[in-house]
């Protein structure tokens, strides 16, 4: 199971024990976002794709975003 915690200040009072408490449970692995980072074949792939989009066929987001379907397994 992976699940995704957001801490809008991980300084805090209350964030500070609660990442140690975490880290010190032998399951739970925590990966911070500044430790993610995208391979260089993916970001060149995304740069390649930018470069050879057509603006008039972009769809906006905002119009879009409500029509994905996902698969939820649980």
Same mark, same amino acid.
């Given at each position: 199971?992976? $699940?995704? @915690? ?5 300084? !805090? @009072?209350? &964030?500070?024990?609660? /990442?140690?408490? $975490?880290? !010190?449970?032998?399951?739970v692995? @925590? /990966?911070? +976002?500044? +430790?993610?980072?995208?391979? =260089? ?8 794709? $930018? &470069?050879? !989009? #057509?603006? &008039?066929? $972009?769809? =906006?987001? #905002? +119009?879009?975003? =409500?029509?994905?379907?996902? =698969? #939820? #397994? +649980?």
């Amino acid at each position: 199971m992976r $699940l995704t @915690i957001d801490i809008s200040d991980a300084n !805090s @009072i209350k &964030a500070t024990p609660l /990442i140690e408490y $975490l880290k !010190s449970l032998d399951f739970v692995s @925590i /990966i911070s +976002e500044n +430790e993610y980072v995208v391979p =260089d074949w993916h970001q060149q792939i995304v740069e390649e794709r $930018l &470069a050879n !989009s #057509n603006s &008039a066929e $972009l769809l =906006d987001w #905002n +119009e879009v975003k =409500d029509t994905f379907m996902l =698969d #939820n #397994n +649980e």
